[in-house]
């Protein structure tokens, strides 16, 4: 088994990797939020993975002043609900740590305060809110290390 990160913050735990497959939960403040299947097409891995880099990378995602001060179960649902802007300087906005083009079984947000990622969401049918913060850095670093570990295994299937 591999791990990516730090189970009590965020992390990776990579079971298996083989078949174009890759057998792995997702941890977010120790709670494993990959509910029953974990199991992710490495194509679809990789391409989310990229896309969380980029979307990181690109963007200063501190939220819009209106919204600073707002209690983190009511920001949840501002980010679930309304399309309004919610950080100051980009429009866009993903859902974070969901990596498959499976059922969504959680919904994850995040924003920037100074250096830290403050991640935050819900899992399955649950009104309870996981939240984690970690360092900018530290969260790109670990998604480079899963998206290099996970490459080798994305070769076009054979006939």
């Known amino acids: 088994m591999l791990i990516f990160g730090n189970k009590d913050k965020i992390a990776f735990e990579v079971h298996k990797m083989e078949e174009q497959v890759v057998v792995m939960n997702v941890i977010v403040n120790s ?14 891995l990789i391409l989310n993975i990229k896309k969380e880099i980029d979307f990181i990378s690109e963007n200063d995602l ?12 009511e920001l949840y649902n501002i980010f679930y609900n309304s399309e309004i802007d919610v950080y100051k300087n980009s ?23 100074n250096d830290l990622l403050v991640f935050f969401g819900k ?36 006939s």
């Open 123 to 158: 899992f399955y049918q649950s009104d309870t809110l996981i939240t984690s913060t970690i360092e900018k850095f530290e969260f790109l670093e670990m998604l480079s290390n899963l998206l290099d570990a996970v490459k080798p295994i994305a070769v076009p299937w054979s």
């Open 62 to 73: 501190s939220l819009n002043s209106n919204l600073v001060d707002i209690p983190l179960s």
């Open 31 to 44: 709670l494993n939020i990959s509910y029953k299947d974990n199991s992710y097409y490495v194509f679809a």
């Open 91 to 113: 429009k866009d906005r993903i859902d974070m740590l969901f990596y498959d083009l499976s059922a969504k079984k959680s919904l994850f947000y995040v924003y920037q305060k």
